[in-house]
């Protein structure tokens, strides 16, 4: 690969604290197939299986570090795996797709509302209520987010 090849290579970014291990299996198995770089960044060590086109970048602990990694690093047309959506939006802004663990994209039209429905629960948060936490991940979840995975690895053919 040249060295413009390795810059233009598109890449998959994971938000990897609290990615779920099924959804970084189906993305380990992924890369291999496709053989695509996918880096998981998080603020913690991780174990990730021997290949040449996985790798793990541990970040210093604290608030939105390991987002703030993805989003220094992240070229256009590169797909981020993330739950968090200030960093989709952080991503989308930087012209790359970002997807969640239950396989659905984060997209320019939909982003403003998900920032404003989280920014609420933000706040109904600080105030004491109790809003529980994300649903469980199903076998749907798992099956959207390996059908949105396999559509944009075959867009980058």
């Known amino acids: 690969m040249s060295l413009e090849d390795a810059v233009s290579a598109t890449r998959i970014w994971v938000d990897a604290d609290a990615c779920p291990v099924v959804i970084k299996e189906i993305l380990f198995r992924a890369a291999e197939r496709a053989r695509i770089e996918t880096v998981l960044v998080a603020n913690q060590w991780l174990r990730t299986p021997?290949?040449?086109?996985?790798?793990?970048?541990?970040?210093?602990?604290?608030?939105?570090?390991?987002?703030?990694?993805?989003?220094?690093?992240?070229?256009?047309g590169d797909l981020v795996v993330t739950q968090d959506i200030p960093l989709a939006a952080r991503v989308l802004e930087k012209k790359a797709?970002?997807?969640?663990?239950?396989?659905?994209?984060?997209?320019?039209?939909?982003?403003?509302?998900?920032?404003?429905?989280?920014?609420?629960m933000e706040e109904l948060r600080g105030a004491g209520v109790q809003t529980g936490g994300p649903a469980t991940l199903h076998a749907r979840d798992r099956q959207a987010f390996?059908?949105?995975?396999?559509?944009?690895?075959?867009q980058r053919r």
């Open 50 to 76: 021997p290949s040449r086109f996985i790798r793990a970048m541990q970040v210093a602990g604290g608030p939105d570090v390991a987002d703030d990694a993805i989003a220094e690093r992240v070229n256009p």
């Open 97 to 120: 797709v970002a997807l969640n663990p239950r396989g659905e994209l984060y997209t320019a039209n939909t982003i403003a509302e998900r920032l404003s429905v989280r920014n609420f």
């Open 146 to 154: 390996a059908a949105q995975l396999d559509r944009w690895l075959a």
